[in-house]
């Protein structure tokens, strides 16, 4: 926001001629506190920040602020550039913190904006990027001119970052969501894949805690279950302090290099054999193979490396280990990285404060317990994390302080006073419940657990600053301090459990009556439930609105077939076979037609026609009322899936075409019933087109008189010549007579002439035989439709042969032979219909079947998204306290049960 603000300033008018630098100094601090404070108060995600409040900004600093002469901005290039670096810094710290995108540090006075976002997302780097070239640009020309070019280049480039960052901000929104549903549905599988195996106390605490963490994306802040949180400076022997407890060398290993990238819940339990394992893993790992141990060091290090975002060096990400073997104290312990002073080569920028924040974010919940691990070999003021202990737990009633490497300092030769004096908590700047003094290894670096316990306990027997020296033995050696802090660990969970149990009971409670708030008439579902909810509802809609299903599918069809191909029947086979105005030349002329017709389009077209009526129908049957869109995306799956497996089966094309084939070539009528239906049949659709073309032709010659007066409605010229050429050729048409197909070269020129001599109109030949052969096929139709009724009388003299049928002299001189070809056409389209029918009934088959497919497919790949909306999220977030509430039932059972022992 603030470079926005910076970029603001420099375009606005500047009304004093003569500033001073001291001005330019008060100014710009004073316009950063004033905006910072505004935005502070009104916004908190980055991307809200930049889009929502930059035009409050800019106004607030128009009312308060006399800003500068822009052209006196030059002279103080340098202070522009320190208050633009520290803007620039602000919008980072903004995106870490709402986004978890980290920025690089930004020093713009040292190096190029382009190398300090090298790592930034392009979506925002390239537009602040463009926005800071603008500023500097601004700052280093040498006239005016230039530098007014500069600013109104620059109010583009900051319309375009404010439209990147609202992108970017609906990005950040839909991820979070997404992110959170993931959680909830990763933890519920994992619930279903647990079954009911019986685990001890300890085992299920470990579980709770990983559930609670997993299961809510913003458990850092409300996560109250104890805990024992291992902190201290990097290579302190935190990591070591564990092994020893855990009796197992489990984690990675390395020479003075960052090992611990990711904070590790460990879960101690007694058990016969020694083994570890993941929580979400089946597999066991025997801690007494060297293999397997191994083996199970480089997982870890494969997790924490892959929980590691891109461009951060580590990850606040949990991995979840459950340690079993004979001997271990039941608890929970959370290693966290430790704290480094400085960054080192290659490592980045930020590293140092993003530990800090995960230890803080750990330690500050008030049920856990702190393991402070200190170095002895290490002057105290050299350490920075008594500092971050001191601030969660001011009186130091959760923190243990745990002294390593003694022997190291033995050797070093620290006085014996100053040992005394971290032990009795004289030296560090915190306090702490209990201190103790432990060695954590030996001579030799891969050393075993149990030769360290050794050496270990032979050093306090023999060491010269312990034996006999005022510290207490029980504050001494790793066994010590395993019961000191399994006890509290215990003391802690028994005090808070109960709690924990009522408060997650109200969350449940809460939960629940905010569905049946949001859904009154809908009993709750689990997210599993609701997706076979959504497959089942789809099926039955499909099934039920399915054409093949319906009484009335072939008149259905053949309407659609009509309305289809009525166009081309009538202006293409009908018109054009007729254009001879012979009976007999109509009879071939219509044959050869039809036949090319079925050979070529027609069993295609019917096909596909039938297709697209199934796939609309089906369609339809997918657009069942879901308000929340809840089944959106299982929809557009179901399409997508149906659209790329489905084909029309090409057999059926084959006998398609034989049956219309066959049916177009029968000129047979065997009744009289049937040539009066074809009579009839023939009316009817000459009469459909009639109207089409009557419209068509009102319209081209435009508004009539009453219309012009009454609608205000006026001509085009397209209107003016259309009715001039219509008007000359309608003595081409007589009433009731058949007329030529085309107008003769000698009619059309006369027709120019008169155009041009009466309405000064200049006409082309084409246009006239155009628009001749648009009024030809309205009259040729309105002929048919005459001969048409005539012909419904004459079956009996059609039916004869020879010179009497010759003698039928209907209206349009085709002796009723007509009559007979819209018989042959209205037994095609019923044939067609009854076939297209028959495969309907297949075709509606294999569509379900293809449906069950797609989403069962689906549904065992797991796929995540085939569900969402609020409806969902709710559902799941029910899912989620219920099953964290019988958890936390079951260890409240499971602990009473094991204290009665």
Request: some cysteine; charged content about 30%.
């Amino acid at each position: 926001m603030r470079a926005v603000m910076s970029i603001a300033a420099s375009r606005l008018p500047f009304h004093s001629q003569n500033v001073t630098r001291v001005q330019v100094r008060t100014f710009i601090p004073g316009v950063v506190r004033t905006v910072g404070g505004l935005l502070f108060r009104r916004l908190i995600l980055y991307p809200s920040l930049l889009v929502g409040g930059g035009s409050l900004a800019i106004d607030e600093m128009k009312s308060r602020v006399d800003l500068p002469e822009l052209g006196n901005l030059g002279k103080y290039s340098g202070e522009a550039a320190g208050v633009t670096r520290d803007m620039l810094a602000r919008i980072q710290n903004a995106v870490l913190k709402a986004g978890e995108v980290v920025l690089p540090s930004v020093d713009v006075a040292s190096k190029s904006m382009e190398d300090s976002l090298k790592d930034t997302p392009e979506k925002i780097s390239k537009p602040i990027i463009q926005v800071s070239d603008a500023i500097f640009s601004v700052t280093q020309c040498e006239g005016q001119e230039d530098k007014e070019t500069y600013v109104h280049d620059e109010s583009q480039l900051t319309s375009d970052l404010v439209e990147e960052l609202e992108k970017l901000q609906k990005e950040l929104e839909h991820l979070s969501a997404e992110n959170a549903s993931l959680r909830r549905s990763l933890v519920i599988q994992e619930n279903q894949a647990m079954g009911g195996k019986r685990r001890r106390a300890v085992e299920l605490f470990g579980e709770i805690m990983q559930l609670r963490e997993r299961a809510d994306s913003a458990f850092k802040a409300q996560d109250h279950l104890p805990r024992i949180v291992v902190v201290g400076d990097q290579s302190a022997g935190k990591t070591s302090v564990l092994e020893v407890i855990a009796r197992a060398r489990i984690f990675p290993r390395g020479a003075g290099e960052m090992m611990t990238r990711a904070p590790v819940q460990v879960t101690l339990s007694e058990d016969v054999q020694r083994s570890a394992q993941f929580h979400d893993s089946e597999r066991v790992y025997d801690l007494t193979s060297e293999r397997e141990l191994s083996d199970l060091r480089k997982e870890i290090e494969r997790r924490m490396t892959k929980s590691v975002e891109p461009g951060h060096a580590i990850s606040s990400q949990t991995i979840g280990l459950y340690v079993r073997g004979p001997g271990l104290r039941p608890m929970v312990l959370v290693d966290l990285p430790g704290l480094i002073q400085h960054h080192t080569l290659g490592m980045k920028d930020g590293t140092k404060e993003e530990i800090r924040e995960i230890c803080e974010n750990h330690i500050k919940n008030p049920n856990a317990m702190i393991l402070c691990v200190q170095d002895a070999s290490r002057d105290a003021e050299g350490s920075s994390i008594a500092d971050v202990v001191r601030s969660a737990d001011p009186t130091g009633q959760r923190t243990v302080f745990v002294l390593t490497k003694v022997d190291m300092a033995e050797k070093l030769e620290r006085p014996l006073k100053q040992l005394n004096q971290i032990l009795n908590g004289q030296k560090f700047n915190m306090k702490a419940r209990n201190y103790f003094a432990v060695v954590t290894g030996t001579r030799k670096k891969d050393d075993s657990i149990e030769n360290i316990r050794l050496a270990e306990k032979k050093y306090f027997e023999e060491s010269k600053l312990f034996r006999g020296g005022t510290i207490m033995p029980r504050t001494l050696g790793t066994d010590n301090l395993t019961k000191a802090i399994s006890a509290t660990f215990w003391d802690l969970v028994y005090n808070s459990m109960e709690k924990e149990l009522r408060d997650t009971s109200m969350v449940v409670k809460r939960k629940e009556k905010e569905w049946k708030s949001r859904y009154p008439n809908e009993p709750w579902l689990p997210r599993s439930d609701l997706l076979r909810k959504g497959r089942q509802t789809i099926l039955e809609n499909v099934s039920s609105n399915s054409l093949s299903h319906s009484e009335e599918i072939e008149s259905q069809l053949k309407k659609l077939l009509w309305d289809r191909l009525g166009s081309y029947i009538v202006d293409v086979l009908y018109t054009r076979a007729a254009d001879s105005g012979d009976a007999e030349d109509f009879q071939i002329n219509s044959n050869s037609l039809v036949e090319t017709w079925v050979m070529n389009d027609l069993p295609q077209a019917a096909a596909n026609l039938a297709k697209n009526a199934f796939l609309e129908n089906f369609y339809a049957a997918l657009d069942f009322p879901d308000p929340e869109g809840t089944f959106t995306n299982m929809k557009e799956l179901v399409k997508r899936g149906c659209l790329e497996k489905l084909e029309w089966n090409k057999e059926s094309l084959s006998m398609l075409q034989h049956v219309q084939e066959l049916n177009l070539r029968d000129n047979y009528i065997p009744s009289k019933e049937s040539w009066v239906g074809a009579a009839n049949f023939m009316l009817e659709k000459l009469d459909q087109e009639a109207a089409k073309l009557t419209q068509a032709y009102k319209e081209c010659r435009g508004p009539s008189f009453w219309s012009k007066w009454i609608y205000w409605q006026a001509e085009t010229n397209e209107n003016r010549l259309f009715k001039a050429v219509s008007n000359e050729l309608a003595p081409y048409f007589p009433p009731g007579k058949p007329v030529r197909p085309n107008l003769e070269s000698d009619d059309i020129q006369a027709v120019v002439h008169i155009l041009d001599k009466r309405y000064g109109l200049k006409v082309s030949s084409d246009y006239i035989n155009e628009v001749y052969r648009e009024l030809h096929k309205l009259h040729f139709i309105d002929l048919g439709f005459k001969s048409a009724q005539f012909c419904k009388g004459q079956y009996s003299l059609f039916t004869t042969t020879g010179r009497e049928q010759q003698d039928i002299s209907a209206p349009n001189g085709l002796g009723c032979k007509d009559v007979a070809f819209f018989w042959r056409i209205q037994k095609m389209l019923s044939s067609t219909s009854n076939v297209l029918r028959l495969e309907a009934d297949d075709y509606q088959k294999r569509i379900e079947d293809t449906l069950r497919d797609v989403v069962d497919d689906a549904l065992e790949e797991g796929s995540h998204d085939l569900i969402s909306g609020p409806r969902v999220d709710l559902a799941e977030e029910i899912e989620v306290v219920r099953l964290m509430h019988s958890r936390l039932t079951e260890f409240v059972k499971v602990v009473n049960e094991e204290r009665k022992k």
